[in-house]
Each structure stands twice: as structure tokens, then as C-alpha cells.
């Protein structure tokens, strides 16, 4: 289980990025915004594949961000907390009492952040959180 989940959230992700830089940077322009998870930064409730996947996603972020920031193109990572999806781990009330506003997230708030970040042509080489305060840095 652990190398299944590396290789959906890590390996794949990684690759397609590969697949697609090349024409970004032939462009000048491109975006890739890799979707990764608070677990990378607090360890999670999922289990240590989940947490140690996405964290790889932000070495990677990092990594490539570095080599082609200059061609126009940026590579950022969203780490949302609790949201309420079908991956939520548990009851969205119960949840929320351990979000400092008091409630776990909406869809719609994670697709605003995406959308500011993909608009942002200054922004890469980041990971930003959304995630109600849960992890204040």
C-alpha cells in the first residue's frame, strides 16, 4: 500500500510535470500546481504513505520551480486541510472543533486559492496552506 500510494501521489504527479514542461518552457508560459495536503507538514491522520507522498510532492515543487521559474513558468503546491469531500476522515462537525474557525473547509474555497494562484505569475515555488488555521507558520 505504501508504494501504490507514492506512486499516485508522488511518482505520477511528478511525471506528468515532466511530460508537459518541456512545451510550457518552449511557450515562456506555464503552470502547474501540484495538490498536496496538510498531512505533508503535520504527519495526518491518513497514515505515514498519505503524509510522506505529499510532503515529496513539496521537494518537488521546489525542485522544479528552481529550474524553470525563468521560462515563464511556476510551480506552486496547495496543502489543504479538512475539507469537506469523500476523503474527509471523519464526521465534518467533529472535525471542525479541532479548526481554529471552527469548521472544516469548502470545495469552493480551495478552487478560489488555486484559481489566485494559477492567475499569479510572481508566485512560485511555494506551498501554501488552507486549512482554517490548523497550522499557523
Not at 75 to 97: K, S
Amino acid at each position: 500500500m505504501f508504494d501504490r500510494t507514492l506512486a499516485i501521489n508522488l511518482r505520477a504527479p511528478f511525471l506528468l510535470a515532466r511530460e508537459v514542461l518541456p512545451g510550457m518552457r518552449e511557450r515562456g508560459f506555464g503552470r502547474i500546481l501540484f495538490i498536496s495536503s496538510l498531512a505533508a507538514l503535520r504527519g495526518g491522520v491518513v497514515g505515514p504513505d498519505y503524509a510522506a507522498s505529499k510532503a515529496g510532492l513539496h521537494g518537488v515543487t521546489h525542485f522544479l520551480a528552481s529550474r524553470v521559474a525563468r521560462d515563464g513558468v511556476t510551480v506552486n503546491a496547495l496543502a489543504p486541510g479538512f475539507v469537506d469531500t469523500d476523503m474527509l476522515p471523519g464526521d465534518p462537525q467533529e472535525l471542525g472543533q479541532r479548526v481554529p474557525v471552527g469548521r472544516v473547509g469548502r470545495p469552493e474555497e480551495v478552487a478560489d486559492l488555486a484559481i489566485a494562484i494559477l492567475t499569479n505569475g510572481y508566485l512560485t515555488s511555494k506551498v501554501l496552506t488552507i486549512d482554517g488555521g490548523a497550522y499557523p507558520r
